[in-house]
């Protein structure tokens, strides 16, 4: 397969966006003229707004609720290590099954089984009172979550063909707003619950209550407005082949050793910063859960800065990556390091901003490659390059065990560094396919 010319690319709602990428893109891809009609009186578009948002909120509960869990039921570092492995683990199965369950179920019936599948595991670890039930429910929720994730970008690629560049945007804000809301109420609630005689579980039932609503109405949900209606045999069969081909291309090799790093670290922060805070600086829980809003917000300011930036100037993917993962790295280092709270939370924040341009622009490396075959391509992708998120808090929680947390989450900007490096490595071989340098 012939590489891309000139692949540029705008973060925001982490759109594809390639420009004169070689002959496979003209002979495969259609260009589809932005339509003026809009989009806010569409049911779908409220839907797709909706599910980023609840899954956005819940993505991070179980990282939020840590230092509940080891106050009231014994669980170790290593244990919450395992939960967040299982989280991240569960979806490498997308990689595996995503395509041929697509096929079989098509979008409508996949969101409203990962949709209940998520409820019904925040039901399950809102009354748990074993650390083994929970690391179960946090893989099943893992899953629920990337499949939805997949099927949002199923659908909007399939309903909003000519208008998706400003859905995809609206999309990538609404679950970046729930990744920054959804900690931060579940720690208020964390800290108040018990003026109304009530404990950290019911906020875990205020979160299935909601998917479960989310659920209602997609079942409501005409099919073919999703993007189902090839039969299911066409789709198992074209499944097969694209997955064939995906798996012998070298930059679906670059782009999952890339998502790897990013994951480990990512998640690795997010789901141990919080126990060194408590730990080194004496932070309550409720604290501890502002610092992932903290980080959910540079996300949510990240995305609406690089895509000022990259409107003006055409930057290539790599180059963005091994630029944002060092700037990350050090911001990460400085927030582990922190004297205090504030300079802590400031640091993450700008952890959580220079982080945002990496996954988009990931998804554009790997879209412009791939551009006929984007469904599969991605679902092998969301699997695959999940190890690095479900392996990370893993090897922290088993080295903050062995060594203490202080020293076990050095991992997460060390990844980061080989994350920075790897990028600028690959954009220098490959400097020559853009147009710029």
């Given amino acids: 397969m012939k590489a891309c010319d000139h692949s540029y690319y705008s973060i925001v709602g982490e759109l594809l966006v390639t420009r004169d990428c070689g002959n496979f893109m003209a002979e495969n891809t259609k260009v589809f003229p932005v339509s003026s009609k809009s989009v806010w009186r569409d049911p779908i578009f409220w839907f797709v707004i909706a599910v980023g948002l609840g899954y956005g909120g819940v993505r991070n509960f179980l990282p939020t609720t840590f230092p509940i869990l080891r106050h009231e039921l014994g669980a170790t570092l290593k244990n919450l290590g395992q939960a967040e492995f299982l989280f991240y683990l569960s979806s490498v199965l997308i990689g595996i099954i995503g395509g041929p369950v697509l096929a079989l179920l098509g979008l409508k019936r996949t969101a409203v089984a990962a949709l209940a599948i998520a409820g019904g595991s ?14 179960v429910c946090a893989g099943m929720l893992g899953l629920a979550i990337v ?9 909007i690629s399939a309903h909003f063909q000519e208008r998706r560049q400003s859905v995809f945007l609206l999309a990538g804000l609404s679950d970046a707003s729930g990744t920054m809301l959804g900690p931060a109420i579940l720690g208020l609630w964390i800290m108040h619950a018990a ?41 198992l069969k074209k499944n097969a082949v694209h997955t064939k081909e995906i798996l012998r291309d070298s930059a679906f090799h670059t782009a999952v050793l890339l998502c790897f790093c990013h994951g480990l670290a990512q998640a690795g922060m997010v789901a141990f910063v919080g126990q060194l805070y408590i730990r080194r600086l004496h932070v309550d829980p409720a604290h501890a859960a502002y610092l992932l809003s903290a980080e959910g917000a540079g996300i949510l300011a990240g995305r609406l800065i690089f895509g000022w930036i990259t409107a003006r100037w055409k930057i290539p993917e790599l180059k963005v990556i091994a630029m944002c993962a060092a700037a990350e790295t050090m911001a990460f280092t400085a927030t582990i390091l922190a004297p205090n709270y504030a300079v802590g939370i400031t640091m993450f ?20 490659r791939l551009s006929d075959r984007l469904g599969t391509a991605f679902s092998l992708f969301a699997g695959l390059g999940n190890m690095g998120a479900a392996l990370g808090p893993y090897i922290i929680g088993v080295l903050g065990t062995d060594f203490g947390i202080e020293r076990g989450i050095l991992c997460a900007p060390l990844f980061g560094g080989l994350l920075s490096a790897t990028g600028l490595i690959r954009y220098l071989r490959e400097r020559r396919l853009y147009g710029t340098v």
Avoid at 215 to 227: K, Q
């Fill in 122 to 135: 925040l039901l399950l670890i809102g009354g748990a009172h074993g650390v083994n039930l929970i690391l």
């Fill in 147 to 155: 499949c939805l994730v997949v099927v949002v970008g199923s659908t």
């Fill in 195 to 235: 003026r109304w005689h009530l404990t950290w579980r019911s906020g875990y039932f205020a979160g299935a209550t909601v998917l479960g609503i989310l659920v209602i109405w997609a079942l409501f949900v005409p099919a073919r407005s999703m993007g189902d209606g090839l039969p299911a045999g066409e789709a």
């Fill in 349 to 368: 924040v700008l952890g959580g901003v220079f982080i945002s341009a990496v996954g988009p622009s990931l998804n554009s490396y790997l879209g412009c």
